[in-house]
Every structure is written in structure tokens, then in C-alpha cells.
């Protein structure tokens, strides 16, 4: 059975419960030092068919230890993004589970037609598309911010696109992307990542929200790196009084529509938060499923705006773009007022 499929059978409100009764557990001031490489590593372990194809970046995202552990699976393509993906393509269409990893702006923008036709058309299998410096998370300014690459990727027939919060929910989602049978686009987070999410019993599935802060007083639908930042603003709206519930949304293709709906029906306006542009991301994903549903709900985009954004560090950088925790939780206290 599906996870639309076991939604299907149950109420709104017994959606929301369920949700609840799901919470995982928390974990407070932890991270860890390249996950995505130790991940890495236990999948070739454990799958002989696993092929890493890097574009010249396997020092900065994190392959080094891949490489070390298994020189006869990775593929060295030099600054030749779109001639990787093709290569990944062919691989996948060989029965290999190929892993292509580089920063989200080459893998998207760079080699967009060669995703679409070499890795998303035709007879293939799994493939990964592993893309690291994801929106604003880079010093350097649109050459290198993939706050576009959700949009690009949700847009291709059959793609799944996943962007993982922590270290915890990026080790799941490497697994599960490694279990599905077609291609999948995973932002990635490299060197010291936060752990929010602790690991044991940590239940994740491809298409499934989950619920990791319930409130009465609001609703944030978040995903990747903007769940660690709604779960900090809602701190500071609890030193105001106020509750929010959180929903983290992973998964933006397939959409978990009936998360949503039983989050945002309890409210007259929800927020999404997203590293990433309003346009074409979390935000446009959740308004057309309220407005699918004829749900007389107003969603408050927070995120990149129809800017490019300056260059910097990823605190300078939030702070000019309204995003950080004091900020997010002002406007979310002002728009909730004012609806």
C-alpha cells in the first residue's frame, strides 16, 4: 500500500492525529562531520551495484572516502557536468545504480537537458542525483546559489525531488533514493551538518511529511534547511504565547497533499519556509494543493524573493533576506495578525 493510499482511508482530523502520534524525536545543539560521506560509504557496502561519478568536486562534497573505499566505482568526469549526467544515464540504463554528485546550480542549470533526457526518459532504473551547496549556502552570489534547482527538477516528468533538513533525514533519504526505482534529485549538506532529527527509530518513506512541532495558533510547512529555521523562529514566537505546529515536507515530488490539507485546514493562513525562491518551490507546491482542493487557506511565502541574493555567509546572507529566526518569527506574528 502506497502512503497516499494508507492517507486515503482516514479523516483530516485523524490525519492530523496521526501525524502527531508520528512526531520523531528531537535532538538539541548535535551535528556531525560529513554524513553524507559515512552514508555513502554503507551504501557501497552494501550494494555492489553503486557507481559515484563526481565533476571535479570530490574533495568539497564530500566523495573522498568513496573513492578510497572503492576507486573501481568512481567515475572522475573533470568539470564536464552535463557529460557526467550523460554518463549516469547510460550507467542506469545498464542496470547500475549511478550516483552523480556535484553542486546543485551544474547539476540543474548546467546540465538541465541532459537530467531531462538522459536520466528522466527512456527505459531506466534508479539514479541519484546528489546536488550539494543548496540555495543560499555558498559565499558566492546566483553563480553558484541553486535557488532555483527545486522549481527546474519538479518540473521533469517522473522526477522525485527530496530536500533533506539534517544529517538524520539525509542518510534515510540517501537509502530510500537508493530503493526507488527511477530518478531522484537530492539536495545534499556537506562538512559539519546539524542533527535535528535523532536517529534511532527516525521513520522516513519518499512522499511522506511529517509533523515535528504541533501547535494551535498557526502552521509552517517547511522543507530542507527552512524546517531548522522554522523550528528556531517558532521558539521565539513561544516566548510571545504563541504555538505553531510545524510540518516538515521533504519530499516536493511527490507531494504529501494529504499532510498538507490536514495542516492547513485548521488555519486561515499557513507559512512556508524554504531555502530556495518562493517561486516554483515549497510554496508553489503547497498552493496548488490548497487550491486544488478549493481550501480557503492564504499561504504566506517565505524565502528567496524574485531576487538574486547577495553573496556572503549564510548568516549575512539570511539576515539580509528576512530569514533569520527573530525575522521569520516577526513575520509570521504580523501577517497572522493581519488575516
Not at 92 to 114: C, E, M, N
Request: glycine share 10%; with cysteine.
Amino acid at each position: 500500500m502506497t502512503v497516499r493510499e494508507a492517507n486515503a482511508t482516514l479523516t483530516r482530523e485523524g490525519h492530523f492525529e496521526l501525524l502527531r502520534s508520528r512526531m520523531p524525536m528531537m535532538v538539541s545543539g548535535a551535528s556531525r562531520q560529513a554524513p553524507f560521506a559515512d552514508a555513502l560509504v554503507a551504501l557501497g557496502r552494501s550494494r555492489e551495484d553503486v557507481v559515484v561519478l563526481s565533476a571535479d568536486l570530490s574533495k568539497y562534497t564530500d566523495l573522498v572516502p568513496f573513492r578510497k573505499a572503492f576507486p573501481d566505482r568512481f567515475i572522475q568526469v573533470g568539470m564536464a557536468e552535463q557529460n557526467m549526467i550523460g554518463i549516469a544515464g547510460g550507467l542506469a540504463k545498464s542496470g547500475l545504480l549511478p550516483i552523480a554528485v556535484t553542486y546543485g546550480v551544474f547539476a540543474t542549470r548546467r546540465a538541465f537537458d541532459q537530467v531531462s533526457m538522459a536520466l528522466a526518459t527512456g527505459v531506466t532504473g534508479p539514479a541519484i542525483v546528489v546536488a550539494f551547496l543548496p540555495g543560499i549556502t555558498t559565499p558566492f552570489r546566483a553563480t553558484h546559489q541553486a535557488t532555483d534547482d527545486l522549481a527546474l527538477m519538479r518540473e521533469i516528468p517522473g522526477m522525485t525531488v527530496v530536500d533533506p533538513c539534517d544529517a538524520t533525514e539525509q542518510d534515510a533519504a540517501l537509502i530510500a533514493a537508493a530503493a526507488h526505482d527511477g530518478p531522484v534529485y537530492l539536495r545534499g549538506l556537506r562538512g559539519l551538518v546539524e542533527q535535528r532529527f535523532a536517529p534511532e527509530g527516525f521513520d522516513f518513506a519518499l512522499g511522506r511529511a511529517s509533523l515535528v512541532a504541533a501547535g494551535d495558533d498557526g502552521a509552517i510547512l517547511a522543507t530542507g534547511l527552512g524546517t531548522s529555521w522554522a523550528l528556531d523562529a517558532r521558539e521565539v514566537l513561544q516566548r510571545s504565547g504563541q504555538s505553531f505546529s510545524v510540518l516538515n515536507v521533504p519530499t516536493l515530488k511527490p507531494i504529501d497533499s494529504e499532510s498538507i490539507l490536514a495542516v492547513s485546514e485548521r488555519h486561515r493562513t499557513i507559512f512556508t519556509i524554504e531555502n530556495h525562491s518562493t517561486i516554483g518551490g515549497l510554496a508553489s507546491a503547497v498552493s496548488e494543493v490548497v487550491a486544488a482542493e478549493g481550501l480557503g487557506v492564504r499561504v504566506v511565502a517565505l524565502g528567496v524573493p524574485d531576487v538574486w541574493a547577495p553573496a556572503g555567509s549564510l548568516d549575512h546572507i539570511r539576515a539580509e533576506l528576512g530569514l533569520t529566526a527573530d525575522a521569520i518569527a516577526a513575520r509570521i506574528y504580523v501577517e497572522g495578525h493581519a488575516s
